[in-house]
T-cell receptor, first 114, second 109 residues
Framework: AAGVIQSPRHLIKEKRETATLKCYPI?????VYWYQQGPGQDPQFLIS???????DKGSIPDRFSAQQFSDYHSELNMSSLELGDSALYFC?????????????FGPGTRLTVT | DAKTTQPNSMESNEEEPVHLPCNHS???????IHWYRQLPSQGPEYVIH???SNVNNRMASLAIAEDRKSSTLILHRATLRDAAVYYC??????????FGGGTRLMVKP
């Protein structure tokens, strides 16, 4: 079965640079979520989209923005990168109109800011 | 947000059953009880969920107390591959998952 695809899997950037992470949800899933997981921490919700509209917003810095496109893929744009942005970034998708609403996670993008 | 309480860590022997407890005394009537696990260096993985009745699937069983203030995830035969952090999360449809205070399960051969 198709899973959530994230690219790139690894990314190294310098401070003050920008980064773009991409997420391709499971086909026919209508909701995309972004989570950030710092070293030794639990995943923290950043933002979500339902049918290409922003749905919920968590602890996402103003330097970050995200959108969902007409083909349902989503991109997380991160500017003015800081050392503290080094983390694993997970994308998840779900079918909100489904019965159980479970979220399916991608393998993550490991961002290292130097 | 309704919170859950889980032990920080648990240990099990391979091929033995494991019971992972979760307390959620402030659960609301519309909250589903979801369990996810995160294996090392991987994204979280959905395990099972329930509302009021006990549930079984190919991965695990979920036993829910009659008052819904606690639940137990049951792995019938732990394998080394089950070593992970297990999160008990109260969830409403379409909302974000709030991860916190999971149980790190260690499985001994």
């Amino acid at each position: 079965a198709a899973g959530v695809i994230q690219s790139p899997r690894h990314l190294i950037k310098e401070k003050r640079e920008t980064a773009t992470l991409k997420c391709y949800p499971i086909p026919r899933h209508d909701t995309v979520y972004w989570y950030q997981q710092g070293p030794g921490q639990d995943p923290q919700f950043l933002i979500s989209f339902y049918e290409k509209m922003q749905s919920d917003k968590g602890s996402i810095p103003d330097r970050f923005s995200a959108q969902q496109f007409s083909d349902y893929h989503s991109e997380l744009n991160m500017s003015s990168l800081e050392l503290g942005d080094s983390a694993l970034y997970f994308c998840a998708s779900s079918l909100r109109s489904g019965v159980s609403y479970e979220q399916y996670f991608g393998p993550g993008t490991r961002l290292t800011v130097t | 947000d309704a919170k859950t309480t889980q032990p920080n860590s648990m240990e099990s022997n391979e091929e033995e059953p494991v019971h992972l407890p979760c307390n959620h005394s402030t659960i609301s009537g519309t909250d589903y009880i979801h369990w996810y696990r995160q294996l090392p260096s991987q994204g979280p993985e959905y395990v099972i969920h329930g509302l009021t009745s006990n549930v079984n699937n190919r991965m695990a069983s979920l036993a829910i107390a009659e008052d819904r203030k606690s639940s137990t995830l049951i792995l019938h035969r732990a394998t080394l591959r089950d070593a992970a952090v297990y999160y008990c999360i109260l969830y409403n449809a379409g909302n974000m998952l709030t991860f916190g205070g999971g149980t790190r399960l260690m499985v001994k051969p």
